[in-house]
């Protein structure tokens, strides 16, 4: 039974692969979702043999993801953006956690509950969860760190590199683990790096426009 459903949910996301294949075809510009909705349409003839193997290597890939049975199943996801900003404005901004909710879409509120540890409360695919985390490594205008202490897991970085005097590259790697099935889908299509993309945007729209972060936490943390 496990195995029946491991692939039938494997030919789902395959199909969902194959519209982005189509997508691709007839688009330069990316949005996620069109992607889904195009995911829904037929296959054109010059299509049809590609997007057989797509469809293909996405059941098989994760049928077998469905069926690990031992240790968490880790998934990254690494995005950047470049910033209108001096690196120390950048930085600043990141900084102020409890800001977090005016550029991440699906966190609700971030309290600091002192120099190294918050706690998070976000909608995951359609479910409120809370966690702590703890701030593992902080360089001012260099890099933050962090990783869950409680709830699912997730740990990453976000460094900060200067590449002109009024410009900043600011990179963000996050590790985490989908727990449902709703998440390991949506994993598998891409929704939680899309979301990511999404909010170094709406960050860079915040500080941009700002012009200065809204405060600042200049401390350090542990150095590894």
């Known amino acids: 039974m496990q195995t ?8 789902v996301v395959g199909a969902l692969l194959l519209g982005n294949r189509m997508r691709h075809r007839r ?6 979702e069109d992607e889904l909705q195009e995911a829904r349409h037929g296959v054109s003839p010059d299509t049809a043999m590609a997007g057989l193997v797509v469809l ?27 910033l209108d900003v001096p690196v120390s404005t950048a930085y600043n901004q990141w900084t102020q956690f409890e800001e977090f909710p005016r550029f991440m879409a699906s966190v609700e509120q971030v309290r600091q509950i002192d120099d ?18 703890e701030i593992t490594e902080q360089i001012p205008d260099k890099r933050i ?5 409680s709830g699912p897991y997730n740990a990453g970085v976000v460094t900060f590199h200067k590449i002109g005097e009024n410009r900043t590259r600011v990179m963000l790697q996050m590790d985490y ?8 889908v949506g994993d598998m299509v891409g929704g939680v790096k899309f979301t990511a993309k999404g909010n170094l945007q709406r960050f860079r729209e915040l500080v941009e426009s700002r012009g200065a972060g809204s405060g600042a936490w200049r401390g350090t943390g542990p150095q590894h």
């Open 56 to 82: 293909a290597a996405g059941g098989v890939y994760l049928s077998k993801f469905l069926r690990q049975s031992g240790g968490m199943a880790i998934s990254t996801v690494e995005e950047s953006i470049e």
């Open 27 to 32: 688009h330069s510009d990316y949005d996620y």
């Open 116 to 133: 190294t540890h918050l706690h998070w409360r976000a909608n995951v695919a359609g479910k409120t969860k809370e966690w702590d985390a």
């Open 4 to 11: 029946n459903f491991a692939t039938v949910a494997g030919l």
């Open 177 to 184: 683990e989908p727990q449902t099935w709703t998440e390991k």
């Open 145 to 149: 760190a962090w990783r869950s202490t």
